[in-house]
């Protein structure tokens, strides 16, 4: 009762950036890098979106044990700190606007 199923799908926005930084922008829903060499990867979150807004960031090229991806708010913190780093090869991050004071960015 209440479930009605329709068998589609949900659309998700991914972006595949090549170069570094990247600049997360509100429209973006999964980040996938994939830089065009192998160098550490910069990450800029926006400040201040809708609270609830929800990011994947995704190491897509699979050398992020090496090149570690960085992930830097606009303002505010990541769990209560300045940056997160992405630093297993293949490793992602998801992360939740909250809005909530020395932790803006939820991450999981």
């Known amino acids: 009762d209440g479930v009605f199923a329709t068998g589609a799908r949900m659309v998700t926005t991914v972006r595949v950036p090549t170069t570094t930084p990247v600049t997360v922008t509100t429209a973006d829903e999964i980040v996938a890098c994939n830089m065009a060499s192998s160098v550490a990867v910069a990450v800029d979150l926006p400040s201040a979106p809708a609270v609830g807004t929800t990011f994947v960031i995704k190491d897509a090229k699979g050398d992020a044990g090496t090149y570690n991806i960085t992930i830097t708010p606009a303002a505010g913190k990541i769990n209560g700190q300045n940056t997160l780093v992405i630093s297993t090869n293949n490793g992602k991050a998801r ?3 909250t809005g909530i004071t020395n932790c ?3 991450a999981a």
Do not use: D
């Open 104 to 106: 803006e960015w939820s």
């Open 95 to 97: 992360l939740v606007y």
